[in-house]
């Protein structure tokens, strides 16, 4: 069936830090693509979405690329801030299902 | 928007013992999503409804396990005979159907122990 891999954490980066977090889907055809985020003691909850080849997903300064030739979809902030700290998860849709990676949990240190 | 509300937030069970969750989406929402979620793990899909039809169960949901949606609202889950491996975060979404590129609104979850 269809899986997602995404960089095995936890992560753990300054203040200020560029963040990457790598992402590959196996989906054939042209699935959508999501980050979801879980902050502490919260639920998870859509961050970002792209939908079509080349598309960019961005919301509170990430954002990710729709990279067909790849089947990538990497996570990228130029400056990553203590409340970004949380964990991600990379996500497919096919048909209707969504299929999610394992998580990485990033830590944010002042 | 009132949000996904699951209940109870947590329960604790003895091995053998039949356990309910319940989920209430959100109101206009037409689909219901159940996911399993382990520590460290993301979250597994286990069976998804569209109003009232249960359109499509994941092979990890074993006999052991049920799912309904009367008149396609509120949603519930049943595991029957409870095993410790069923110990896992028990997560409900919701959706309004659009086409591509749907948005799942998630609960907070049911944390079932077995013991």
């Known amino acids: 069936g269809d899986s997602v891999t995404q960089m095995e954490g936890p992560v753990t980066l300054s203040e200020e830090a560029f963040l990457t977090i790598n992402c590959t889907y196996t989906?054939?055809?042209?699935?959508?693509l999501f980050w979801y985020v879980q902050y502490p003691g919260e639920g998870l909850q859509l961050l970002l979405k792209?939908?079509?080849?080349?598309d960019k997903g961005s919301n509170k300064g990430f954002e990710a690329t729709y990279r067909k030739e790849t089947t990538s979809f990497h996570l990228e902030k130029g400056s990553v801030q203590v409340s970004d700290s949380a964990v991600y998860f990379c996500s497919e849709q096919g048909a209707q299902k969504l299929v999610f990676g394992q998580g990485t949990r990033l830590t944010i240190n002042p | 928007d009132t949000g996904v509300s699951q209940n109870p937030r947590h329960k604790i069970t003895k091995r053998g013992q039949n356990v309910t969750f319940r989920c209430d989406p959100i109101s206009e929402h037409n689909r219901l999503y159940w996911y399993r979620q382990t520590l460290g793990q993301g979250p597994e899909f286990l069976t998804y409804f569209q109003n009232e039809a249960q359109l499509e169960k994941s092979r990890l949901l074993s006999d052991r396990f049920s799912a309904e949606r009367p008149k396609g609202s509120f949603s519930t889950l049943e595991i029957q005979r409870t095993e410790q491996g069923d110990s896992a975060m028990y997560l409900c979404?919701?959706?309004?159907?659009?086409?591509?590129?749907?948005?799942?609104?998630f609960g907070s979850g049911t944390q079932l122990s077995v013991l």
């Open positions: 792209a939908t079509k080849a080349d």
């Open positions: 979404a919701s959706s309004l159907s659009q086409g591509r590129g749907e948005k799942l609104f």
């Open positions: 989906a054939t055809g042209y699935p959508s």
